[in-house]
């Protein structure tokens, strides 16, 4: 089984800064992508950032300049640097791993996609 576990959401006012973390548990072989998603009120799930296994990024227009990814991949984390936040930023966060394979007992799993729980981040204007 495999798990994906965010952390770092919170309220932070218009101008600050947030970290979230996402760490991927399990007997876990390999992860291809990683990417952080969003999804606000009344709106469909957005792409935010995405970072490939050999590190190459990309980033939704909106928080070019603003957002950094960077992955861990000893440690199957990804992260995500957010600063000069928006009130417009201000949505449940879902991290994203791409193409997991895993072993669960003797048999292996995937490649298959897992997503997290989610962490609301909420920007004050």
């Known amino acids: 089984q495999v798990q994906l576990v965010e952390s770092g959401g919170g309220l932070v006012q218009s101008g600050g800064s947030l970290r979230l973390s996402c760490a991927a548990s399990?007997?876990?072989?390999?992860?291809?992508?990683m990417g952080w998603y969003r999804q606000a009120p009344g709106k469909e799930r957005e792409l935010v950032a995405h970072?490939?296994?050999?590190?190459?990024?990309n980033y939704a227009d909106s928080v070019k300049g603003r957002f950094t990814i960077s992955r861990d991949n000893a440690k199957n984390t990804v992260y995500l640097q957010m600063n000069s936040l928006k009130p417009e930023d201000t949505a449940v966060y879902y991290c994203?791993?791409?193409?997991?394979?895993?072993?669960?007992?003797?048999?292996?799993?995937?490649?298959?996609?897992?997503w997290g729980q989610g962490t609301l981040v909420t920007v004050s204007s």
């Open positions: 994203n791993a791409e193409n997991v394979i895993y072993v669960h007992g003797s048999s292996w799993y995937g490649p298959v996609d897992h």
């Open positions: 970072i490939a296994s050999g590190g190459r990024t």
């Open positions: 399990g007997n876990i072989v390999s992860i291809n992508a």
